[in-house]
């Protein structure tokens, strides 16, 4: 009996007691706005801050912006990966840009929203 809980001990960890990035991180403070600093063409930049919830260090973690129009219809998306972690009960504000934005992206009635899509727990 103590080798199958030895056996189960690795499979607990990759599963059960790996955590859910969804639940720990959660983004607030969103702002878009429209530059042409260093680009002729304009980009659009996305800013938030990620506020983890949880006790675990989260890293990789990866934003997710998801553009819609006045009748809810989706436009458009645009991810960023982060290099830094975040650790726990920790803030980290995030910076996406978006090069060469359509004028669908950047109309006043465009909704934007961001969430989390992933990241990878240190175990303890």
Known sequence: MPLLLVGFWPLAQLTILRGD???DLVIRQ????LSFQDSPRGKLVV???IKNLGK????????EAEF????G???DEASEYLRSDILGEAEEHFKMEIRSPGNALTAETTTLKVKISGGRSKLF
């Not at 969103?30 to 706005?33: F, M, P, Q, W």
């Not at 675990?56 to 934003?63: E, F, K, L, Y």
């Not at 819609?68 to 009748?71: H, K, L, N, R, T």
């Open 21 to 23: 990035v969804t639940k």
């Open 56 to 63: 675990r260090d989260w890293s990789g973690v990866t934003i």
């Open 73 to 75: 219809m989706f436009l």
């Open 30 to 33: 969103v702002e878009k706005k």
């Open 47 to 49: 800013t938030g801050l």
């Open 68 to 71: 819609f129009d006045e009748q």
